[in-house]
């Protein structure tokens, strides 16, 4: 799909502008005063916070002992903190934050290693390596991500950084080259697509940031071709795992990192060459995986979850807004904007999970969108039934909440998923995990020999269906679960027959695809 549009590409690829630099105040003076606040109260946190470090012991005791958080903490509070000033930076424009942005900037092209420690391996699903080999930059999410953040930074200040630390862009260009650039030309990580070999997030989601590098840095012609070529291949690989439903395997949790970099990466190349890209947001595949979010949509802040999803899936934003006017979508719109509105922290700073906080083209592009959501005033619909075939789920809504069955076997980039009837009911008992939702799971439990997760909100054994959901100890106090007991193959297959009441075409495609759930998938030929 992506590579076809190759053939309409342009002879020059201009850079990307997502927004104006900040020494072009107008726009950044027409920001929300809200926004403009947010920014400000952020920055001038950071300014109080010292740099985190992150010596060879905190790298170590990941090797050691396989913990991730130590690490992870001091990183992600390093490019939290840069985020932070340099929007607080651009809102104010007077220099107040300049010296903190340069000594941030330093720091991280002072580390020896962009990849986590947990993603420190050249083959994909091997044991990580024990130390970075700083000769060989490894492309990870957050090497990625680390990469969009510097080259935003030097995109949106470059005068004014290099007067006050005179030189240190072309530090950043040199680190960015090195780091991102080359390995992306001259390497292959495995989540730049293989032929058939399955992808996930990690595709869209890396490419998404090193098309920010490439497009934000003063690059030339022939590496931003080349980007484009390895992006629309990449793409086509990530695609070809999607049924022509659109719906993310994953679960709705992944879509901000699967669908909405999907459109992060569209976005970006329809921009430098909308004649070539622009026509994909009226693919009827592009536009489904774009809705997919509305149609698990529960209520409020609550999705239907599956694979290892929570239910507690984030609220949409501007990404969303912005995918659903894209595609032309009035409904993605809509649950974009009426989240928004609801949302006391659009950006997302009292996230317990610090890799929310480091991306500072999300938080501009919500910033930048902010009094158009706000005035966007439709009401959000749902569809009272879905059913989707590539995954073998099927919802349906009624007075009393929302009800969810697994229909098939179904193996994903993340989880294997079991049958299973999910009913939503609506509950007085705020007490239970899901504050005002209770969830009740109606299923057996794994046939013997199917693997258990571990259920990510209290630590405890559970089969893999629906993550927190299907475990026991949804309705229960962390620490309390009730014990999985097993059953049978053949008493779990009687047991999982579809009930009545659903599709015609739900309870067919049961039957002929028991074993091979996944649908129609487009081969991609391996580069």
Same mark, same amino acid.
């Given at each position: 799909?992506?590579?076809?549009?190759?053939?309409?590409?342009?002879?020059?690829?201009?850079?990307?502008?997502?927004?104006?630099?900040?020494?072009?105040?107008?726009?950044?003076?027409?920001?929300?005063?809200?926004?403009?606040?947010?920014?400000?109260?952020?920055?001038?946190?950071?300014?109080?916070?010292?740099?985190?470090?992150?010596?060879?012991?905190?790298?170590?005791?990941?090797?050691?002992?396989?913990?991730?958080?130590?690490?992870?903490?001091?990183?992600?509070?390093?490019?939290?903190?840069?985020?932070?000033?340099?929007?607080?930076?651009?809102?104010?424009?007077?220099?107040?934050?300049?010296?903190?942005?340069?000594?941030?900037?330093?720091?991280?092209?002072?580390?020896?290693?962009?990849?986590?420690?947990?993603?420190?391996?050249?083959?994909?699903?091997?044991?990580?390596?024990?130390?970075?080999?700083?000769?060989?930059?490894?492309?990870?999410?957050?090497?990625?991500?680390?990469?969009?953040?510097?080259?935003?930074?030097?995109?949106?200040?470059?005068?004014?950084?290099?007067?006050?630390?005179?030189?240190?862009?072309?530090?950043?260009?040199?680190?960015?080259?090195?780091?991102?650039?080359?390995?992306?030309?001259?390497?292959?990580?495995?989540?730049?697509?293989?032929?058939?070999?399955?992808?996930?997030?990690?595709?869209?989601?890396?490419?998404?940031?090193?098309?920010?590098?490439?497009?934000?840095?003063?690059?030339?012609?022939?590496?931003?071709?080349?980007?484009?070529?390895?992006?629309?291949?990449?793409?086509?690989?990530?695609?070809?795992?999607?049924?022509?439903?659109?719906?993310?395997?994953?679960?709705?949790?992944?879509?901000?990192?699967?669908?909405?970099?999907?459109?992060?990466?569209?976005?970006?190349?329809?921009?430098?060459?909308?004649?070539?890209?622009?026509?994909?947001?009226?693919?009827?595949?592009?536009?489904?995986?774009?809705?997919?979010?509305?149609?698990?949509?529960?209520?409020?802040?609550?999705?239907?979850?599956?694979?290892?999803?929570?239910?507690?899936?984030?609220?949409?934003?501007?990404?969303?807004?912005?995918? $659903?006017?894209? +595609?032309? @979508?009035? !409904? /993605?719109? #809509?649950? &974009?904007?009426?989240?928004?509105?609801?949302? %006391?922290? =659009?950006?997302?700073?009292?996230?317990?999970?610090?890799?929310?906080?480091?991306?500072?083209?999300?938080?501009?592009?919500?910033?930048?969108?902010?009094?158009?959501?706000?005035?966007?005033?439709?009401?959000?619909?749902?569809?009272?039934?879905?059913?989707?075939?590539?995954?073998?789920?099927?919802?349906?809504?009624?007075?009393? $909440?929302?009800? +969810?069955? @697994?229909? !098939? /076997?179904? #193996?994903? &980039?993340?989880?294997?998923?079991?049958?299973? %009837?999910? =009913?939503?009911?609506?509950?007085?008992?705020?007490?239970?995990?899901?504050?005002?939702?209770?969830?009740?799971?109606?299923?057996?439990?794994?046939?013997?020999?199917?693997?258990?997760?571990?259920?990510?909100?209290?630590?405890?054994?559970?089969?893999?269906?629906?993550?927190?959901?299907?475990?026991?100890?949804?309705?229960?106090?962390?620490?309390?679960?009730?014990?999985?007991?097993?059953?049978?193959? &053949?008493?779990?297959?009687?047991?999982?027959?579809?009930?009545?009441?659903?599709?015609?075409?739900?309870?067919?495609?049961?039957?002929?695809?028991?074993?091979?759930?996944?649908?129609?998938?487009?081969?991609?030929?391996?580069?």
């Amino acid at each position: 799909m992506i590579q076809e549009q190759l053939a309409h590409l342009p002879e020059f690829l201009p850079g990307y502008r997502p927004f104006p630099p900040a020494k072009e105040r107008t726009a950044w003076q027409g920001l929300p005063l809200r926004a403009k606040q947010r920014f400000l109260q952020a920055g001038e946190a950071a300014l109080q916070t010292p740099i985190a470090p992150l010596p060879l012991s905190l790298w170590l005791d990941f090797t050691h002992t396989g913990r991730r958080t130590p690490w992870e903490t001091a990183y992600f509070s390093r490019r939290a903190r840069l985020c932070a000033l340099v929007s607080a930076e651009c809102v104010e424009h007077k220099g107040r934050f300049l010296g903190a942005i340069a000594d941030t900037v330093w720091a991280l092209c002072e580390e020896s290693a962009w990849q986590l420690p947990a993603h420190n391996s050249y083959v994909r699903d091997t044991p990580q390596l024990p130390l970075p080999d700083t000769t060989r930059p490894i492309v990870d999410l957050f090497a990625a991500e680390t990469g969009a953040l510097l080259a935003l930074t030097r995109y949106l200040l470059p005068d004014e950084l290099d007067a006050a630390a005179p030189g240190i862009t072309a530090r950043m260009e040199r680190e960015l080259d090195a780091r991102i650039l080359t390995p992306y030309f001259t390497s292959h990580f495995w989540w730049m697509g293989n032929g058939e070999e399955p992808m996930c997030n990690w595709t869209s989601w890396c490419t998404q940031n090193v098309l920010l590098t490439v497009f934000l840095l003063p690059t030339t012609q022939q590496q931003r071709k080349a980007a484009v070529k390895q992006a629309a291949y990449s793409l086509d690989c990530f695609l070809k795992d999607y049924g022509a439903d659109g719906c993310c395997n994953e679960g709705a949790q992944y879509y901000r990192h699967a669908g909405l970099t999907l459109w992060g990466c569209l976005e970006i190349l329809s921009s430098i060459a909308p004649e070539a890209f622009s026509p994909l947001f009226h693919e009827p595949k592009i536009k489904n995986i774009a809705e997919y979010i509305c149609n698990v949509h529960v209520e409020g802040p609550y999705y239907l979850n599956f694979g290892d999803c929570s239910p507690l899936a984030g609220r949409c934003g501007a990404r969303e807004y912005r995918f $659903g006017q894209a +595609v032309g @979508s009035d !409904a /993605l719109q #809509a649950l &974009a904007a009426a989240d928004f509105r609801a949302d %006391a922290d =659009p950006d997302h700073l009292q996230n317990p999970d610090g890799s929310t906080h480091i991306n500072l083209w999300y938080r501009l592009t919500t910033a930048f969108a902010e009094e158009e959501m706000m005035a966007y005033s439709a009401t959000p619909r749902h569809h009272l039934t879905v059913w989707y075939p590539s995954v073998g789920v099927y919802a349906a809504r009624r007075a009393a $909440g929302c009800w +969810v069955q @697994s229909l !098939a /076997l179904t #193996a994903t &980039a993340t989880t294997t998923t079991i049958p299973a %009837a999910l =009913p939503c009911t609506r509950t007085a008992d705020h007490s239970s995990l899901i504050s005002g939702w209770k969830a009740t799971p109606k299923r057996p439990s794994a046939p013997s020999g199917m693997k258990f997760g571990r259920c990510r909100a209290h630590g405890t054994i559970c089969p893999p269906l629906t993550a927190c959901s299907s475990c026991p100890a949804r309705n229960t106090l962390p620490g309390r679960c009730a014990p999985i007991k097993t059953a049978s193959p &053949a008493s779990w297959r009687a047991r999982t027959r579809p009930s009545r009441g659903l599709p015609p075409t739900a309870a067919a495609y049961l039957s002929a695809n028991r074993a091979s759930p996944c649908g129609t998938k487009q081969t991609i030929p391996a580069q």
